[in-house]
């Protein structure tokens, strides 16, 4: 598999651990030795009973350490507001993530499987914990594209588990140009969180080294809008 992987890397485009989508991931990794930069900014609007405010900004370097294997390490900082509770900002999380990819880049069906340790902050008595598979299939000018998620944050005496399911779906309208939409859930199992979920269109656009790609999530589930930008660039 390993052989296969680099002798298919060796004709592949560059732009392998680009996303076309807003929330849902990337389904391949990036080549043996190459570097990238995300740089992601999302909102929660109007989130829960509390009315929760929420802007996060996300910077995400990952390295590819084989044809099929890469590792990022995620930082995210948050700033919040919220009905009866005062304002706070700062670091959210950091960690790092392993990524693989099972399937060759000459297969129209792509599967990587993630699994990241993150540091939880402000909380200094958390670690947080995500598993997840993304696939996706090319069929000529569309692509259809699942994501499941596990995210179980670890803290003394309490446990946080949620499921973050996402589905969508990006054509190419011209060039680089891709439209589409996606739905975006995140499942709570403890009742101090609130469960969510949003669908809306995407965009995605690719210059070079360089791409985009976004989505503008209207909530139908606890939540008002759930936008996200993804801004990207490998070398």
């Known amino acids: ?6 002798a298919l890397l060796i004709a592949s485009p560059a732009h392998a651990g680009r996303t076309l989508y807003g929330w849902l991931p990337q389904t391949d990794t990036l080549p043996d030795g190459t570097m990238e930069l995300e740089t992601s900014l999302y909102e929660h609007d109007n989130l829960g009973p509390l009315h929760e405010r929420a802007a996060f900004l996300a910077w995400t370097p990952a390295i590819g350490l084989t044809p099929c294997l890469e590792l990022a390490v995620p930082i995210e900082l948050e700033t919040i507001t919220a009905d009866d509770a005062a304002p706070s900002s700062g670091i959210r999380r950091y960690g790092a993530e392993l990524r693989y990819r099972f399937v060759p ?7 990587v499987a993630r699994f990241g340790v993150l540091r939880e902050l402000p909380l200094q008595s958390e670690v947080g914990t995500e ?3 993304a696939a996706s299939y090319d069929i000529d000018r569309v692509q259809i594209a699942v994501d ?7 803290n003394f005496g309490h446990l946080h588990d949620e499921l973050r399911p996402s589905f ?12 589409g939409a996606e739905i975006h859930a995140e499942i709570s199992f403890d009742p101090t969180v609130s469960s969510w979920a949003a669908i809306g269109p ?3 656009w690719a210059r070079g080294r360089f791409w985009l790609s976004g989505a503008f999530g209207i909530g139908i589930k606890n939540i008002t809008a759930a936008p996200r930008l993804n801004v990207g660039m490998d070398w």
């Not at 598999?1 to 680099?6: N, Q, V």
């Not at 969508?168 to 439209?179: C, I, K, P, Q």
């Open 1 to 6: 598999m390993r052989l296969a992987c680099l």
């Open 105 to 111: 880049h000459s297969s129209p069906l792509r599967a």
């Open 131 to 133: 598993a997840a598979v």
């Open 148 to 154: 499941l998620d596990d995210v179980l944050d670890i």
């Open 168 to 179: 969508g779906a990006s054509a190419r309208v011209t060039g680089e140009l891709r439209l």
């Open 202 to 204: 995407d965009i995605a």
